[in-house]
């Protein structure tokens, strides 16, 4: 019976928790923040593993949207921070790109908190077989890997 009461918390536990933290090659990151060479350009990398069996696998297709922070909350950018759900993957690995949004730079004294946040669906011709949502998040830069020098859950813009 401890055995099982257990169990069960664990599972709880894990279903709990989002898609991308039971899943390490699932993730999402701000690589691009306001550069000098590009002012105001945001690019979010994503990494989508594969699912299914070799006979069904399962593509990958993400949408990738920018959202700004009121001062309260997380605001949608509506279709010029949307690039609306893109086919990325064959389900043959895990899938790694991203796009860059540009934005105009806020005035002087004022700034600007993005964030990136991107849902994913893993499908099967037009049936989608799994999903998840995850916000941008740190930890990913790789020195080696020239898309991934910085890796950041927010980009912030001021002048």
Not at 125 to 138: D, I, Y
Request: proline share 6%; hydrophobic share 40%; aromatic share 6%.
């Amino acid at each position: 019976m401890r055995r099982a009461l257990a169990t069960a918390v664990a599972l709880l536990a894990l279903a709990a928790l989002p898609a991308h933290a039971r899943e390490p090659h699932l993730w999402a990151t701000i690589n691009l923040c306001d550069p000098p060479a590009k002012p105001g350009a945001v690019g979010v990398r994503v990494s989508i593993p594969a699912h299914g069996t070799r006979k069904h696998r399962q593509q990958q297709w993400a949408r990738i949207r920018i959202q700004w922070f009121d001062g309260t909350a997380w605001q949608s950018l509506g279709k010029t921070g949307d690039t609306g759900y893109k086919h990325v993957g064959h389900g043959r690995g895990t899938w790694q790109g991203g796009t860059t949004f540009t934005f105009a730079p806020p005035a002087a004294g004022q700034e600007l908190i993005l964030r990136g946040v991107v849902n994913v669906q893993w499908r099967v011709g037009k049936k989608v077989r799994g999903r998840a949502q995850l916000p941008t998040e740190t930890g990913h830069a790789n020195p080696k890997d020239k898309h991934l020098a910085t890796s950041l859950a927010t980009c912030q813009i001021s002048r």
